[in-house]
């Protein structure tokens, strides 16, 4: 397969990167055998975002270019936050962004008892204690990076004693946070992590899949590099933040007898975006505190709101090729999302026409109760899109913006006794604006240049603008939503902010808007571009008596501008 990402790619080359050179390496040098097995392994507490959407990429990309596989991995071991809905979440986002497992889905917790044997190794090796220090006094003796740590006092217990009181931790005899199992590597150590870290710890709480059979539950550190060894991962891909947990990744792996040879751990940048926030708990908080609808609100950056809001996985994938993979931290700017967002409706959408802020025109000269039926273009991008007919009557709605009364210089559109034409169809002029009691514009009468459309005798007659309508009569109603970037600043969780102080409060409008009228059988597989408007798609909620669509994209693209300058 020519296209690992299976998006069309304008470069048309294959990703490259740190890691796939060394996945490469590998392959040459038969370190597995030529297996290439990678992982994704999201912790069940949240849904997915546009960050693990950059990780997916990664590990199954990587997987696909090599006949190898990927692994989806619920990285289970911290049954308090943890949740099936999300369990459900996450296998639906990974499939539609584009990506199977096949059989390998695996749970962290399906290893439980096989990690327990491996503590007991351990133990037995004089390589863990269980320490009786209190969670505060564990910080303390732990030290900091440049001040040494000191010796837990069970740091000596003699190997007996230490198995006992495992044993004693498993069967639920000691209360929560009475003792941990903690690995004995070396309390002098440069880096923190190999400081004695915790291996276990009790917690008396229900596990989603496990129930109360366990109530000792293994660290991250622990639990991640022996399950990526007891399911033979080569290459086990994570953030830049795990780069310190590295040395203890290792050290684990060498003292136990696990399937050789052993993965190794490589470090990529997270992504981070502007005009967002990305962590699950900040996102969780925007959930819980109803700031947003839910997980798939149009405005969440999660896959499921971006999924809802009418971003195709296409899209998605394309963006995170883009963005590529690197060894440093930065901030992705977000008009790189929004510019992959276009360039892919572009290629993709309907165009239809639609009028968000009504104003009415009559067409003075139009023959009252005509109906003609105008061809337009469904896809100036796509020969094969063909057209569809659009009615025309006497009495049309326009765009509020279209009309102005006293218009500046260099503006266009229809203003009194200037000419515009109405796409697809007839040049029209404006005569006389009606107003109510209250000085309000309540309708525009106009002329319209009946020689004017396609094949009349003053078809190419030129006028400096041409704007867009829908015929009155013939027009459905729609819920239209625009949506809005949900922070007002490029930071919202930078140092010592509170990123909900800077909720954009215009992130979200509702109107009421005149479509044409083959919008009434729009399709949710389908996009649109309302022309001169934006791209739109229609919302999981809608239903023929009352559609909905959501704005997923403006259409002005600031990125490819800003390319074009630059
Ligand atoms: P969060 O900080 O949002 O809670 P997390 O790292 O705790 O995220 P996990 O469920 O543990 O979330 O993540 C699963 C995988 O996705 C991990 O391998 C993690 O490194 C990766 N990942 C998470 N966030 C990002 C990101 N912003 N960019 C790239 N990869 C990410
Ligand atoms: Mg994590």
Redesign the pocket.
Known sequence: MSDPTQTPQPSAERPSDFIRDIVAEDLKQGTYGGRVVTR????PN?YL?I??A??ICLNFGIALENNGVCHLRF?DTNPTREDVEYVDSIQEDVRWLGFDWGKNMFYASDYFGQLYDYAVELIKAGKAYVCDLTAEQLIEYRGAPNVPGKESPSRNRPVEENLDLFARMRAGELPDGAKTLRAKIDMASSNIHMRDPALYRIRKVEHHRTGSQWCIYPMYDYAHCLSDAIERITHSI??LEFEVHRPLYDWILDQLPVPQPRPHQYEFA???LGYTV????KLLQLVEEKLVSGWDDPRMPTVAGLRRRGVTPAAIRHFCHRIGVTKYNGLTDIALLEHSVREDLNKRALRRLAVLRPIKVVLTNYPEGKVEELDATNNPEDPNAGTRKVPFSRVLYIERDDFMENPPKKYFRLFPGNEVRLKYAYIIKCDEVIKDAGGAIVELRCTADLDSKSGGATAGRKVKGTIHWVSAAHAIDAEVRLYDRLFTVEEPDGEGRDFKQFLNPNSLEILTAKLEPSLGTADQAKRYQFERLAYFSLDRDSVPAKPAFNRTITLKDTWAKEQRKG
């Not at 994704?40 to 912790?43: A, G, I, T, Y």
């Not at 990305?278 to 708990?281: L, Q, Y």
Request: with cysteine; charged share 30%.
């Open positions: 994704f392994p999201p912790e949240g975002h960050g693990h950059k990780s990285d994570c953030t997270r992504l981070n990305m962590s699950k708990r």
